[in-house]
T-cell receptor, first 114, second 117 residues
Framework: DQQVKQNSPSLSVQEGRISILNCDYT??????FLWYKKYPAEGPTFLIS?????DKNEDGRFTVFLNKSAKHLSLHIVPSQPGDSAVYFC?????????????FGGGTRVLVKP | DTGVSQDPRHKITKRGQNVTFRCDPI?????LYWYRQTLGQGPEFLTY????????KSRLLSDRFSAERPKGSFSTLEIQRTEQGDSAMYLC???????????????FGNGTRLTVT
């Protein structure tokens, strides 16, 4: 039972253009969402998060959008840079539950071409 | 470096052997988590500690797995009688529970890659 899904396993984009990564969730108890970035041989690194009381959060080149009614969130990277090439994981949590346990999607591999 | 540290980075073992991994969290973090990641998948929750107390275990954590955090600082994850299906990346993460509604993001280590032959 995949509660968090990233339906695009990979994405290729030209340097300078926008990267859009999508994520869907099924558990209506989730109220906090995060994006992590992972380089090979390293652990996931926190990028950006959004609470369910917001529909947008921005941090530099990264913007996360949340559509609660559709149970959908997306990550926009503008402009994309070659150093952004990595695997991106969407994660969700029910912060009312103990532990702040994260449920991850399967990841999207992004390749930014120079 | 004050990040999450895991040891060893790689472990190759034969089926049936026991293995133990260590995680040193960020020093001021009171929560510690273990996750497992297999190829092409996202990390899956195994268990977590609040200080030295193990508060939740996933159904993925069979009886052959045991985790400890004896003094509320470092943690160990032991797998007994390893099986080939245990081959995966084992990730440790830590966070600070400040007691508010703010959800402190998990900070991950670089993982221990286990290969069971």
């Amino acid at each position: 039972d995949q509660q968090v899904k990233q339906n695009s396993p990979s994405l290729s984009v030209q340097e300078g253009r926008i990267s859009i990564l999508n994520c869907d969730y099924t558990n209506s108890m989730f109220d906090y969402f995060l994006w992590y970035k992972k380089y090979p041989a390293e652990g996931p690194t926190f990028l950006i998060s959004i609470s369910s009381i917001k529909d947008k959060n921005e941090d530099g080149r990264f913007t996360v959008f949340l559509n609660k009614s559709a149970k959908h969130l997306s990550l926009h990277i503008v402009p994309s840079q070659p150093g952004d090439s990595a695997v991106y994981f969407c994660a969700a949590a029910d912060i009312k539950a103990a532990g702040n346990k994260l449920t991850f999607g399967g990841g999207t591999r992004v390749l930014v071409k120079p | 470096d004050t990040g999450v540290s895991q040891d060893p980075r790689h472990k190759i073992t034969k089926r049936g052997q026991n293995v133990t991994f260590r995680c040193d969290p960020i020093s001021e973090h009171n929560r510690l988590y273990w996750y497992r990641q297999t190829l092409g998948q996202g990390p899956e929750f195994l268990t977590y500690f609040q200080n030295e107390a193990q508060l939740e275990k996933s159904r993925l954590l069979s009886d052959r797995f045991s985790a400890e955090r004896p003094k509320g600082s470092f943690s160990t994850l032991e797998i007994q009688r390893t099986e080939q299906g245990d081959s995966a990346m084992y990730l440790c993460a830590s966070s600070l529970d400040a007691g508010s509604s703010y959800n402190s993001p998990l900070h991950f280590g670089n993982g221990t890659r286990l290969t069971v032959t």
